[in-house]
T-cell receptor, first 113, second 110 residues
Framework: DAKTTQPPSMDCAEGRAANLPCNHSTISGNEYVYWYRQIHSQGPQYIIHGLKNNETNEMASLIITEDRKSSTLILPHATLRDTAVYYCIVRVGMYNQGGKLIFGQGTELSVKP | EPEVTQTPSHQVTQMGQEVILRCVPISNHLYFYWYRQILGQKVEFLVSFYNNEISEKSEIFDDQFSVERPDGSNFTLKIRSTKLEDSAMYFC????????FGSGTRLTVV
């Protein structure tokens, strides 16, 4: 699976959009970009994933560049409860094909009042 | 919403003792996993399990670790002779169309 690079920490004001970048310059054509978050030592929580098109769900939006070498997770209106470590993970295949997730250090997002 | 359930939430054990961590994956999921996270460090993959056998394991998953699906619902991780460095959060996960983690068991070896 391709390696990802994320900033170690970011701050965001409550109510503003949080934009979390991820570089994955060695991504292959069949690799998906997944985002998870971990709130204070709880189990990682799935947020969103995509292959090449931008994706949106009730939690976030995922913007993937045309060359697929980087992506941005957008939390449109960050709340204090969004304070967490956010992980960008690149892996081959969909969940129902099994396979491990390789976690990096992630980005520690602090949402401040 | 379906959940992965782990018990106990916290376990304290003496060094050298055997410990069994229990998980109930989501019922229609086919793949099961154990991960661990030492305090302040990354979440690390330990093992994946499919069709009643190990499909992949990391170098961390040595002979002191074993996994079992003893019945149709439970998935267990056994550590035969615990060491101080086994102290960590252990997360169970299962996947099918989605990948879902449990809330973890905090294992403290004293």
């Amino acid at each position: 699976d391709a390696k990802t690079t994320q900033p170690p920490s970011m701050d965001c004001a409550e109510g503003r959009a949080a934009n979390l970048p991820c570089n994955h310059s060695t991504i292959s054509g069949n690799e998906y970009v997944y985002w998870y978050r971990q709130i204070h030592s709880q189990g990682p929580q799935y947020i969103i994933h995509g292959l090449k098109n931008n994706e949106t769900n009730e939690m976030a939006s995922l913007i993937i560049t045309e060359d697929r070498k980087s992506s941005t997770l957008i939390l449109p209106h960050a709340t204090l409860r969004d304070t967490a470590v956010y992980y960008c993970i690149v892996r081959v295949g969909m969940y129902n094909q099994g396979g491990k997730l390789i976690f990096g250090q992630g980005t520690e997002l602090s949402v401040k009042p | 919403e379906p959940e992965v359930t782990q018990t106990p939430s916290h376990q304290v054990t003496q060094m050298g003792q055997e410990v069994i961590l229990r998980c109930v994956p989501i019922s229609n999921h086919l793949y099961f996993y154990w991960y661990r996270q030492i305090l302040g460090q990354k979440v690390e993959f330990l093992v994946s399990f499919y069709n009643n056998e190990i499909s992949e394991k990391s170098e961390i998953f040595d002979d002191q670790f074993s996994v079992e699906r003893p019945d149709g619902s439970n998935f267990t991780l056994k550590i035969r002779s615990t060491k101080l460095e086994d102290s960590a959060m252990y997360f169970c996960a299962s996947s099918d169309l989605g990948y879902t983690f449990g809330s973890g068991t905090r294992l403290t070896v004293v």
